[in-house]
């Protein structure tokens, strides 16, 4: 069997499912690593789908990191117009707050020190 009937066994629909496993697609790297064994048994040429799957997939990760940094770039922007009106009276709250709770720790923290020394 030669090398173009084996890849056309590889490619037919009904055996496709078959030798899903040998042809990875789940990740970008396993796809990569699939390519270089293949290529590295003189096989190269069963991976001409998957080096087509692994050029879109890189394509398609790069969009959608595009899009999700203009959504962040988008999201901050509205976050910075309605932060702006509120700071003035959520700082001296979030002072307030935050005195109040180092106050607490260190109670607690002088208490666990009395208590240590006692038991010993």
Not at 9 to 36: A, L, V, W, Y
Not at 54 to 70: F, G, H, I, T
Request: charged share 30%; glycine share 4%.
């Amino acid at each position: 069997m030669g090398l173009d009937k084996l890849n056309e066994r590889f490619s037919d629909p009904n055996q496709r499912e078959n030798f899903m496993g040998m042809f990875c697609r789940d990740n970008p790297k396993n796809t990569r690593f699939c390519i270089n064994f293949f290529t590295s048994i003189g096989l190269g040429a069963l991976t001409e789908e998957l080096r087509e799957f692994l050029q879109n997939a890189e394509r398609m990760v790069e969009e959608a990191l595009r899009k999700r940094q203009l959504e962040e770039m988008e999201s901050d922007s509205d976050e910075n117009s309605s932060d702006s009106s509120s700071d003035s009276s959520g700082s001296e709250s979030e002072s307030a707050s935050s005195n109040e709770n180092r106050s607490q720790s260190e109670n607690s923290s002088r208490n666990s020190k009395s208590s240590v020394t006692e038991s010993c």
